[in-house]
């Protein structure tokens, strides 16, 4: 009962954003949001109950704020925006190093109208060929759309709308020393998300490589200041 009324209170949420912010959540994040939303509410409610090897697992996966890569290595989270009154599609990709330092972002604006889904894979590729052009060649790429990540990371063949954008990507890794994509909760990938709607509101394409833009450099600082 308690996570039929959480999924319900998400879609409604997923409504709201749809409208206000032409921003779409796919039935599989939604169900994911309420599965850990729920584990968090059971927990902080119970907070002596002990908690199996598997439930601390599952909730470890989740992170709840962005977390540097390994030593050597990059991170680049990526996202997407849509705006309908503008039939557009933003998105934005940011890189950081172990120390949570800035290393380089981009956003692009396309004049085109698509689902949720396909600008999502969009951001996900153009954040591969992001990193190929920049020379990082060790990253974790981090999204927030967990059907886009699935995809990227089950077998072949790719079947869904965005097959021939999965497959691209995965082609694309093979000339990587080391590289995977991992999904995320929306709150460990604010930079990216900032950056996707900076660029489909000013519609805007920008690089920037040495400082990071107005927009996001104070978002970095903060999380960097959490680690």
Known sequence: MELMVITARRLWLRRNSFIFEGVFSSPSDILAGAKVSLEEFMRCSNPDQSTSESHTEHTVGFQQAWKPPPHDHIKVNWDAAISKQNNSIGLGMVARD??????????MVFLQRTEACMAEA??????????????????ILEGDAAQVVNDINSPLPHLAKTGHITESIVQELQGFRSAKFVHVKRECNNVAHTLARLAVEQNLSDVWLEEPPNCIADLIVRERLCL
């Open 122 to 139: 969009l951001a996900a590729i153009w954040a591969v060929k992001f990193c190929k052009e920049v020379g990082f060649f060790e990253v």
């Open 98 to 107: 172990s120390k949570g330092d800035f290393m380089g972002a981009r956003c």
